[in-house]
């Protein structure tokens, strides 16, 4: 671990997390922990859309600075991004992503300090673009993150997501949960992922729905956003015998409204359940081409585990090849690991509410 290094007491941050809502998700708790220690500092977080419309709920960040896609091939852009960025004046740059794209950002920004992570971690041209790399212990994307932080003196600090859902998206669940056939209880599916060797089978989702209407006389609620995830949810409402229901395209605020309102969350490594782990509702996540002690959904209180985690095998490579590799690993998972999941799920929860 490098020396720790004197920030001040109102210290001028750039967090460049620029992309995927769930990173952006786990990042969340770093920026709670500076203002918690620096309640003085300013700190400013450097993100593409659509990640942007999440970050602006963030209490602890005081500046959203939405940046272009592909500004890094763009060279008036990235001109112009440089202007914008060192008007802002930082003081450092803390990078939990750790590549060239968001180390880039904070070495245009003309942070002298610019705080990210060693290989394995830290990758492509990131170790270079900062200047005090990192090693830390931690697997989980969380932990990692906060370990970073004892460079400028905050250790060991508790993990917060603090996410508030705005009263129009809790008004909007509200409604749908008035649905007849959700009033004894539901779970939310949500069968999209940013990479296909990440998803599942739609029909096996099905499935899943008909086993939890039949064992629990709990109705699945299918989430979706966008035409190809519509196409998912259809296929899954027609495979699951009428035990499931589609519900209307959710934005990102919305399906934390519903996800809150749920009795868990079922779905893959994807945004959506870290969205539920950061809102503390009990997840039955699968997993492929990712690692459940890296990136599953965040277990706030290691003292009560409430994630369920599925995975038969992990389909290794490099990030490049898992995202375009098929879902080998993800249909190496059976109807009966899924269901078996979901037993274990309710006895948990039925042993929480009898405590």
Not at 44 to 59: H, M, Q, R, T, Y
Not at 74 to 86: D, F, G, I, T
Not at 154 to 181: E, G, H, N, V, Y
């Amino acid at each position: 671990m490098p020396p720790q290094i004197n920030v001040g007491q109102s210290p001028r941050v750039l967090i460049p997390r620029l992309s995927h809502i769930g990173d952006c998700i786990l990042t969340l708790p770093v920026v709670n922990a500076i203002k918690d220690r620096f309640p003085d500092s300013f700190i400013a977080w450097a993100i593409e859309s659509p990640g942007d419309f999440l970050v602006k709920g963030c209490d602890a960040v005081d500046q959203v600075i939405t940046i272009p896609k592909g500004w890094l091939k763009k060279p008036m852009q990235a001109w112009s991004l440089r202007r914008q960025l060192r008007a802002l004046d930082f003081d450092i740059s803390i990078d939990p992503q750790s590549l060239t794209k968001s180390a880039g950002i904070g070495w245009i920004s003309g942070a002298k300090q610019r705080i990210g992570l060693t290989k394995p971690w830290g990758r492509e041209l990131a170790p270079r673009l900062n200047n005090i790399n990192v090693s830390v212990k931690s697997k989980h994307v969380v932990d990692r993150s906060l370990e970073m932080l004892e460079v400028i003196g905050i250790t060991s600090p508790a993990a917060r997501f603090d996410l508030q859902i705005p009263d129009s998206a809790m008004s909007f669940a509200s409604a749908i949960a008035a649905d007849s056939k959700l009033k004894s209880g539901f779970v939310v599916i949500n069968p999209g992922a940013g990479w296909k060797s990440r998803q599942w089978s739609n029909k096996r989702f099905g499935s899943v729905a008909s086993y939890l209407r039949e064992e629990y006389g709990l109705t699945s609620l299918v989430s979706w956003f966008g035409d190809q995830e519509e196409q998912m949810a259809d296929e899954i409402v027609a495979s699951s015998d009428g035990h499931a229901i589609k519900a209307p395209s959710t934005r990102l605020w919305e399906l934390a409204a519903l996800i809150q309102r749920s009795r868990f969350f079922v779905g893959c490594d994807t945004g959506p359940s870290h969205l539920a782990g950061a809102l503390s509702v009990p997840c039955v996540t699968l997993f492929g081409t990712t690692e459940p002690n890296v990136s599953a959904p965040y277990e706030l209180d290691a003292s009560n585990k409430i994630h369920i985690r599925i995975q038969k095998y992990y389909q290794s490579g490099s990030s490049r090849e898992r995202r375009k590799a098929e879902n080998e690993a993800m249909m190496e998972i059976q109807i009966d690991d899924v269901t078996s999941g979901l037993d274990q799920m309710m006895k948990q929860l039925s042993a929480n509410a009898a405590a």
